[in-house]
């Protein structure tokens, strides 16, 4: 059965990630969500560093015309807190991701192209810190190093690097065998052109569909930090808003408003960078398209297909 | 490929990134701006405890090695009478100093919520697994199918969701059915042992159940594709054109060879359910270790830090072994 | 008595960037103890049409027209239980490739218990008995059936899957280029074999392969596909003597000739026709020596020259004029 033969063009991209409803769908979230992190500031009905003068009754207010998410402990609009935490944790994402992407690509493409024990080595190292649980590392890494949103950055960018590593190796070893790569080192370009001008773009589809998805990585790990305590505290994120909802508590008095939109806000980005990054994944890294278990009843479609074939009969000659 | 040299290069691998990790550790509480002899001792202890500690840990000596006592002495083992060694030796012996604010030895600490932790891992992974691989299983069999599309989805969102907001949320929804936190009911008596355990299970039950959504959504697309991969193979054209039905085909022969990914996978998994487990544990006030952790951030409490992080990365490197080990059991190619 | 009479079988793959229609519009047939060479180049259809005689076709494959009687009923109509029923036990395979055609983490004895206890062919107890016969049947030693199949060498790995087949006494086998990727000791070895069990169990048979050799040897009849269509059916002796259609023709030529081993090897040029763009007249027209206008008009029909010999050619019609 014909298969389709890659790499794709970027005409053809575009039309099978808009086939691909979950690409499309990851890709609005996403979109979205980058929307409001750029421009959501300028709308935003309050700003959610300036302390307001409060009484007593605003504390804590549910959704109302002046609040559309309430307040929260201190009286502050949860709706533009909530728009504010998008730039944090998108910046933090991408900001992340680049040293992902430069560490990881690199050593990735180091390993891949060099083998031997160059290869091994760096394997082993990526494979050591991939086996240590990475957020009990990062608390204590923040713990002491301190708070601050260039720390966690970095820790989080220290440390997926592997992930993207993993994959660009994997691309770069199986390109290295084909011809054209071959034919360039026969002519005798030197190693370093062969990884930037001829590997590098045959890489960059795969490592695309994997960084979005350290994105999500990125944004989840900060989130998380955030809540436990160690997020940079001079900072709105949507993490730290929903610790300050669990100290100050925001479940016992039943204040839902500041639980669940920034929570909600984290899984709108985070899971629109995995649809968008599955899609992605699916269309560069496609898995089989075939399989010998399918549904017998698609199989025989005489009926359903009413296909015109004149069945030929037999000529005497 | 023989299976005593798999072994061998999988338990080397494994010790050698246990030192990296000790090292590590010891690096990170020494060399840092500032006193660092604060991480280990602390101006909230009592005066014999400091005193203590600094015997133990010989923090009057140098960090990595001592050259000038080995220079005085002439012997090369005096150059081992440093903070390193020191340090090396008292682990090997279990002692993690002393907490800053409890004022208790460290290992004691941990051991006390060892088991909760555990308990909650083992319920939460289990129940993770098995639905995350049926649901794998039934989505890469019904492949383009309604239900594919939509374990796919539950997947990928549970996968998404933050572990803390989701445990939030489901201890909002539990009010009044189920226990709010902690691991017993404190005070209760119970007329029977079962009663105490069906008591247990009320408390980890919530906790568990997050931790198995948070789960499932991994091991369901793993399995997914390992799934698919298999299905595509000859050997299930074979199993197929000699008969057998479509559920059998995965059973007997699809299910082995798709699983074996799920060995290795539980075992590199078990990182980010840890990290899932902190959060959990902290919402649901869990008596376990990951809570500890959590209380030490809050107080500063680097020995009590440094101890849970020894524990939970020493824990994930064995359960990697012990995973490379159970693949070279099952896998059939891997033999002496 | 004809056991398998397809008629007209037309098999697509529906996939994302088009409808490739791998075989169009098969007819033959299989008498008991005949043995049918099924021959043509790589992705004439060949392997597609035996798949979907066993309706085995790969995901998005569709049989989208014809029949295939077997002793009567078309087993295109049963529903997926009954066809169950008939695999392995009327109509076996053995598959291309057999590298990767048994599981590797089931030993091999276990493989073949397990055809042989699901159609219940042979009492419980008796299956390991039954195993151990069978191994021995294509010399294998039956101590190891408890082995798995990368302790087996290639040849020994494609025997097995030929006891597999043979497990549950099949009246037809399939069997898919099955001295493909085997070298030309084993080869032999494996032919005599299937001569062999073809005279002691009566058994019928249809040999997929492009190894025009092979089917000299062991086939009576030979049924050449082009382009996912019939080209040429006759008795071996016919096909290889008095070869009627162009393609046919060429094929033969292309091999070398045991008898003139100093003439010249000819290749066809060109390739063969892309299944998702068609053209609309015959298949092989673009590449054919004896094309004519008529030829890239209208897909030629089947003709009948001399006693069960079918050519798809209009030019067949002028040697007798």
């Given amino acids: ?317 | 490929m023989n299976r005593i040299d798999f072994l061998i290069r999988k338990l080397s691998f494994s010790l050698l990134t246990l030192l990296a990790v000790v090292i590590f550790n010891f690096f990170l509480f020494r060399i840092l701006p500032g006193d660092p002899v604060q991480m280990i001792v602390s101006p909230r202890m009592r005066p014999e405890t400091r005193e203590r500690i600094r015997q133990i840990f010989g923090l009057d000596k140098p960090i990595w090695l001592n050259t000038a006592s080995a220079r005085a002495s002439g012997e090369v083992q005096a150059a081992f009478d440093s903070q390193l060694f020191i340090y090396l030796k008292n682990l090997s012996h279990g002692e993690l100093g002393e907490s800053f604010n409890q004022h208790k030895p460290v290992v004691e600490l941990i051991r006390a919520r060892l088991i909760p932790t555990v308990i909650l891992i083992v319920a939460g992974q289990l129940t993770g697994i098995v639905f995350g691989s049926l649901l794998g299983l039934l989505g890469a069999w019904k492949r383009k199918s309604a239900i594919d599309t939509l374990t796919l989805a539950a997947g990928l969102t549970a996968w998404s969701l933050p572990a803390f907001w989701l445990g939030i949320l489901l201890l909002i929804l539990a009010r009044g059915k189920l226990p709010m936190g902690g691991f017993e009911t404190s005070g209760a008596i119970f007329r029977s042992e079962w009663e105490r355990i069906i008591d247990v299970a009320r408390h980890v039950a919530l906790p568990a159940f997050t931790l198995a959504v948070l789960l499932f959504g991994a091991y369901m697309i793993i399995v997914r594709n390992s799934t698919m991969e298999v299905l595509a193979e000859d050997y299930i054209l074979t199993a197929k054109a000699k008969g057998l039905s479509a559920f059998r085909v995965l059973i007997s022969h699809a299910l082995k060879n798709a699983a074996l990914p799920l060995v290795t996978i539980i075992a590199l998994d078990l990182g980010y359910a840890l990290g899932g487990t902190i959060q959990i544990e902290t919402i649901f006030s869990y008596p376990g270790v990951g809570s500890l952790m959590y209380e030490a951030i809050g107080q500063r409490d680097y020995p009590v830090l440094q101890g849970v992080f020894m524990l939970l990365a020493v824990g994930v490197i064995g359960a990697n072994f012990l995973a490379d080990l159970t693949y070279a059991l099952l896998d059939p190619r891997v033999k002496t | 008595m004809v056991l398998l009479d397809v008629k007209g079988l037309t098999v697509e793959f529906h996939t994302p960037s088009g409808i490739f229609r791998a075989v169009e519009d098969l007819s033959f047939n299989l008498e008991a103890g005949d043995s049918l060479g099924l021959v043509g180049e790589s992705g004439c259809g060949k392997t597609t049409a035996m798949l979907a005689v066993m309706r085995l076709l790969p995901e998005p494959g569709r049989i989208v027209a014809g029949q295939v009687m077997f002793e009567g009923i078309d087993l295109l109509s049963l529903n997926p239980a009954e066809m169950r029923r008939y695999r392995w036990q009327k109509i076996s395979m053995v598959f291309q490739g057999a590298m990767n055609a048994l599981n590797p983490v089931r030993t091999v004895g276990a493989q073949i218990a397990e055809s042989i206890a699901l159609h219940k062919t042979v009492p419980g107890e008796q299956i390991r008995d039954e195993v151990s016969r069978l191994l021995d049947l294509v010399g294998i030693s039956p101590s190891r059936a408890g082995q798995y199949p990368h302790q087996y060498s290639g040849g020994m790995r494609q025997r097995a899957m030929i006891a597999m087949a043979l497990a549950c006494r099949p009246q037809i086998v399939i069997a898919d280029e099955p001295t493909t990727a085997l070298d030309v000791m084993i080869q032999a070895q494996i032919l005599d074999l299937l001569q062999d069990l073809q005279r002691q169990l009566g058994l019928s048979f249809i040999m997929v392969t492009h190894d025009l050799g092979v089917v000299a040897e062991v086939c009576n009849h030979v049924l050449v596909m082009y382009g996912g269509r019939l080209a040429e059916l006759g008795d071996s002796d016919t096909i290889y003597n008095m070869p009627q259609h162009p393609y046919t023709q060429r094929l033969l030529r292309a091999f070398p000739d045991i008898d003139n081993p100093k003439a010249e090897l000819s290749s066809i040029q060109g390739s063969p026709p892309a299944l998702n763009a068609l053209p609309p007249g015959c298949r092989f027209q673009p590449r054919c020596h004896m094309a004519i206008d008529e030829c890239s008009k209208a897909i030629p029909g089947n003709y009948l020259v001399g006693e069960s010999h079918i050519v798809s050619c209009i030019r067949v019609m002028e040697k007798t004029v």
């Avoid at chain 1, 820790?155 to 190796?169: D, P």
Wanted: hydrophobic content about 50%.
């Fill in chain 1, 1 to 317: 059965m014909p298969d389709q033969t890659f790499p794709l063009r970027k005409s053809q991209l575009w039309r099978t990630l808009f086939r691909s409803k979950m690409g499309i769908l990851g890709f609005t979230m996403l979109a979205g969500m980058i929307l409001v992190a750029l421009f959501g500031p300028l709308f935003a009905p309050y700003d959610p560093y300036e302390i307001p003068k409060v009484t007593l009754g605003d504390i804590y207010q549910g959704p109302n015309i002046r609040h559309w998410l309430g307040t929260d402990d201190t009286g502050k609009d949860v709706f533009s807190a909530v728009i504010y935490g998008a730039r944090v944790s998108l910046l933090v994402g991408f900001a992340a991701s680049i040293i992902i992407v430069l560490l990881g690509a690199t050593i990735g493409m180091i390993a891949g192209y060099s083998g031997g024990s160059v290869d091994v080595v760096l394997m082993r190292i990526t494979d050591a810190i991939l086996v240590i649980p990475s957020l009990p590392l990062m608390l204590v890494i923040i713990a002491v190093a301190g708070r601050g949103l260039t720390n966690i950055i970095l820790v989080i960018g220290l440390l997926y690097w592997t992930y993207m590593a993993r994959v660009v190796r994997s691309q770069v070893i199986s390109i290295k065998e084909r011809p054209f790569i071959l034919r360039a080192h026969a002519i005798g370009v030197s190693p370093f052109r062969i990884a930037t001008y001829h590997i590098l773009p045959q890489i960059l589809p795969v490592l695309f569909a994997e960084v979005v998805l350290d994105v999500s990585y990125a944004i989840l790990s900060e989130a998380s930090l955030s809540f436990l305590g160690l997020g940079d505290p001079t900072i709105i994120s949507w993490g730290s808003m929903i610790n300050r909802a669990f100290l100050r508590g925001a479940v016992t008095k039943g204040a839902w408003w500041y639980i669940v939109p920034p929570g909600l806000a984290l899984a709108w980005v985070t899971l629109g960078l995995t649809f968008l990054g599955n899609a992605l994944q699916e269309i560069f890294n496609p898995r089989l398209r075939t399989h010998h278990l399918f549904d017998e009843h698609k199989m025989v479609a005489r009926a359903r297909l009413a296909v015109n074939v004149d069945v030929s009969t037999e000529k005497v000659v």
